[in-house]
């Protein structure tokens, strides 16, 4: 992949309003992806795609353990 085609996954909010509503397209040939840089209130699921940056807009830090990411992955 181009350079440029990582920039949609490390800086874009795309994929994040993509999982808000419900849209989200799976990352092929991975399990799982753990995003921050995404200020969001709580633990939000898209696909295989998990944003756990809540720090900022909800005073809480998110910390999670791999199991938890596989369960937010397969029910979310």
Known sequence: MSENGWKEYLWSVYKYNQALSKRSVRIENVDAVVMGHVGCDYITTGANQVW????????RLTVIDSGRVFEEVEHG
């Open 52 to 59: 756990i940056d809540t720090v900022m807009r909800s005073g």
